[in-house]
């Protein structure tokens, strides 16, 4: 979004000095007339709200005149000798070029990011087959990890809330499991945004998650994001992916969130994470019957993270356009924290230690308010207790077709 620029509109001459400290003075007067021009300023600003009271045509039009002058050239560089004004032109193709610079520099980077995550790669799958317990740690591994785990207790505070290891005497009694239970549930749980984002009806279906993976597209600018699930009650789908494409800056030489693409969960009957039944009685307001109606009504979940979200028009200013821009962003923020901190540093999110390096000890934003829908908040009132029988009948019909996000 374009920020406001200040705009003189005071005088129609054209400036011939561009400004310097030596012109454009610090302090312009005492302390006593700052303050005497903070009340003539509160002033004005009183006699424009009663201006927009009294007259809200005017004040709309004069709001329309300032509007059209952000952004406008001030007249300065048209002002200067053709001379200089051909030096500013010669500045201008330096830049041009410090930008083309910055575009390969931008895209080699990205060259190198897509070159280590296939280095990457075995790492992620030995991580993969100890978490869901196809293969034990060697010793190796188990010594050297236990060294960087004492060399952390001897240094920091316990913040996991991991339990003590218990002694290897201990060992014979304790329950006999598989891999790492919870593995990834416990991780994202811990992470503060999406901690927020997982309700308690999501937790029984994550469990079910045995890995997150990072892939870079080859066709395209961008990567994905893939989550692979054992077989559960909850959806048939074995992997939800969640695309993310890139396109490059012309004014920095960036590469930018362009778009992202979720997958469609296949949910089980009954299962349906997403959507919530409310069952209601109604009495006719004629007959006196009683009859009961169920509603589906969107629900906060997780897994509302693969649904695809498509990008408002751009002179859509609607309160919904806004809200579908504000959820679009924090979903490519949660792109990154997959992308840049989950995926590599899992075991640090799962012990807890990664709150410790990022400073989230204390954590308590609500970062997630803009993330879900609104539909939930859709009045009672189609379902008042004197609705006719031809009311009945939509909402029955209602009931059997789960309703679909208004923000796609």
Not at 4 to 10: G, P, S, T, W
Not at 110 to 131: D, F, G, H, M, N
Not at 288 to 314: H, I, L, Y
Not at 370 to 383: L, P
């Amino acid at each position: 979004m374009s920020e406001n620029k200040a705009v003189d509109i005071k005088s129609d001459e054209k400036a011939t000095t561009a400004p310097t400290p030596q012109n454009t003075p610090i302090f312009t007067a005492p302390l006593a007339a700052a303050a005497a021009a903070a009340r003539i300023a509160t002033v004005a600003e009183e006699d424009s709200d009663a201006l927009a009271a009294h007259n809200p045509a005017l004040m709309s039009m004069l709001q329309g005149r300032l509007g059209s002058l952000i952004g406008a050239p001030s007249g300065y560089i048209e002002s200067l000798p053709k001379a200089v004004r051909d030096r500013v032109d010669g500045l201008r193709y330096l830049q041009q070029q410090h930008i083309d610079i910055d575009k390969q520099m931008h895209m080699e980077i990205y060259e190198l990011e897509k070159k280590y995550s296939k280095l990457y790669a075995p790492l992620y799958e030995r991580r993969s087959t100890i978490i869901a317990g196809k293969a034990e740690p060697t010793d190796e591994e188990k010594a050297e990890g236990a060294k960087i785990a004492e060399a952390e207790k001897e240094g920091e505070s316990a913040l996991s809330g991991i339990a003590e290891e218990k002694d290897d005497e201990d060992e014979e009694e304790q329950k006999v499991v598989d891999g790492i239970p919870d593995f990834w549930m416990t991780a994202l749980r811990n992470h503060p945004q999406l901690g927020e984002l997982i309700t308690d009806r999501d937790e029984e279906a994550i469990k079910f998650l045995r890995d997150i993976r990072l892939e870079y597209l080859e066709d395209n600018l961008g990567f994905k994001l893939i989550f692979e699930f054992a077989e559960n009650q909850f959806f048939s789908n074995t992997e939800l992916v969640k695309t993310y494409f890139y396109e490059q800056s012309d004014v920095a030489g960036i590469l930018e969130f362009k778009s992202a693409q979720g997958t469609e969960i296949n949910w089980k009957p009954e299962n349906d994470l997403s959507v919530t039944v409310e069952t209601k009685k109604q009495r006719h307001k004629t007959t006196n019957r009683t009859r009961v109606v169920k509603k589906t009504v969107p629900s906060k979940t997780f897994f509302s993270f693969f649904t695809t979200v498509e990008e408002p028009d751009e002179d859509d200013d609607s309160d919904l356009a806004e809200e579908t821009r504000d959820r679009i962003e924090l979903d490519y923020e949660l792109a990154e924290e997959f992308k840049e901190k989950i995926i590599p540093n899992a075991v640090d999110w799962f012990t807890g230690k990664a709150l410790e390096y990022e400073g989230l000890e204390d954590y308590e934003d609500e970062f997630m308010d803009d993330y879900y829908d609104d539909e939930d908040e859709d009045s009672d009132d189609d379902d008042d207790e004197d609705d006719d029988e031809d009311g009945l009948s939509r909402s029955a019909k209602e009931a059997a077709e789960p309703p679909q996000c208004k923000n796609q």
